[in-house]
């Protein structure tokens, strides 16, 4: 995997972000520029960003949890694949829902 950070990528987003601080998709862009960068610190402080201005963003669940697992953070992963579930069940989301258990249940497979 390339770990290194896309700096123009990323200037550009802290740009729209200084214009645009609570556009969500830009705290969720800039997270997963840091988890392609295997910056999980990063990546980490801006799903929860993400998740703080909308906690039904279904998608940063399941990448901040994926960012958790790479850090070695399995019971955070866990958590945030659980709360994924819950705000997928109550949005129907009926793929996000498989993707999650699937992911969970994989993740308690190698416990």
């Given at each position: 995997?390339?770990?290194?950070?896309?700096?123009?990528?990323?200037?550009q987003?802290?740009t729209?972000?200084?214009?645009?601080p609570?556009?969500?998709?830009?705290?969720?862009?800039?997270?997963?520029?840091?988890?392609?960068?295997?910056?999980?610190?990063?990546?980490?402080?801006?799903?929860?960003?993400?998740?703080s201005?909308?906690?039904?963003?279904?998608?940063?669940?399941?990448?901040?949890?994926?960012?958790?697992?790479?850090?070695?953070?399995?019971?955070?992963a866990?958590?945030?694949y659980?709360?994924?579930?819950?705000?997928?069940?109550?949005?129907?989301?009926?793929?996000?829902?498989?993707?999650?258990?699937?992911?969970l249940?994989?993740l308690?497979?190698?416990d």
């Amino acid at each position: 995997m390339n770990n290194e950070i896309n700096n123009s990528r990323l200037t550009q987003l802290f740009t729209l972000l200084s214009e645009q601080p609570e556009e969500l998709f830009l705290h969720y862009a800039i997270a997963t520029e840091y988890k392609k960068a295997q910056n999980w610190k990063e990546a980490t402080t801006w799903f929860l960003k993400t998740l703080s201005l909308n906690p039904s963003y279904i998608a940063a669940y399941y990448q901040l949890a994926e960012v958790y697992e790479a850090n070695g953070q399995r019971s955070e992963a866990k958590a945030a694949y659980e709360t994924g579930i819950v705000y997928a069940q109550a949005a129907k989301d009926l793929k996000s829902i498989s993707e999650f258990k699937n992911a969970l249940m994989n993740l308690e497979i190698e416990d």
